[in-house]
T-cell receptor, first 112, second 114 residues
Framework: DAKTTQPTSMDCAEGRAANLPCNHS???????VYWYRQIHSQGPQYIIH???NNETNEMASLIITEDRKSSTLILPHATLRDTAVYYC?????????????FGKGTMLLVSP | GAGVSQTPSNKVTEKGKYVELRCDPI?????LYWYRQSLGQGPEFLIY????????DSGLPNDRFFAVRPEGSVSTLKIQRTERGDSAVYLC????????????FGQGTRLTVV
């Protein structure tokens, strides 16, 4: 799986949008971009994934650049409960087994 | 509860002892994964089961680590002759199938070797 690069930490004010960037310049054509987050003392939680089109669900939006070399996870109205480590992962999907390879992620701190 | 359950939540053991960590996946999930997370690091893959068989154990650090899933549901991670460096949070995850988009993680077992 391709490697990803994320900032170590970010801050966001409560109620504002949190935009978390991820670089994955070596991504292959059959690899998807996945985002997970890990709240303190909990296991990772799936957020969203995408191939090349922008995606949105009840938790977040995922914007992938046209060349697919980078992406941004957007939490439109961050709350204190969104404080967590956010992991950007690239992974082959829909083709059988493929494990998740986690980096160190981005520590997002949402403040009042 | 419909989530992945791991027991115990905390385990303290003496160096050299044997430990077993248990994972109850979500009912009906055929794929099961074990990860290990050290302080300040992301989870690190250990082993993957499809049904009863270990389909990929390439992440196990050495032969002191072993895992089983005899009936294709509950899995046990076994660590022999524990070392202080084995101290970490051990996470279990399951998914409906190997190619599923979403893996569901348990809260982990915090293992401390003293």
């Amino acid at each position: 799986d391709a490697k990803t690069t994320q900032p170590t930490s970010m801050d966001c004010a409560e109620g504002r949008a949190a935009n978390l960037p991820c670089n994955h310049s070596t991504i292959s054509g059959n690899e998807y971009v996945y985002w997970y987050r890990q709240i303190h003392s909990q296991g990772p939680q799936y957020i969203i994934h995408g191939l090349k089109n922008n995606e949105t669900n009840e938790m977040a939006s995922l914007i992938i650049t046209e060349d697919r070399k980078s992406s941004t996870l957007i939490l439109p109205h961050a709350t204190l409960r969104d404080t967590a480590v956010y992991y950007c992962i690239v992974r082959v999907a829909n083709s059988g087994y493929s494990t998740l390879t986690f980096g160190k992620g981005t520590m997002l701190l949402v403040s009042p | 509860g419909a989530g992945v359950s791991q027991t115990p939540s905390n385990k303290v053991t003496e160096k050299g002892k044997y430990v077993e960590l248990r994972c109850d996946p979500i009912s009906g999930h055929t794929a099961l994964y074990w990860y290990r997370q050290s302080l300040g690091q992301g989870p690190e893959f250990l082993i993957y089961f499809q049904g009863t068989g270990a389909a990929d154990d390439s992440g196990l650090p050495n032969d002191r680590f072993f895992a089983v899933r005899p009936e294709g549901s509950v899995s046990t991670l076994k660590i022999q002759r524990t070392e202080r460096g084995d101290s970490a949070v051990y996470l279990c995850a399951s998914s409906f199938s190997p190619g599923s988009d979403e893996a569901f993680f348990g809260q982990g077992t915090r293992l401390t070797v003293v």
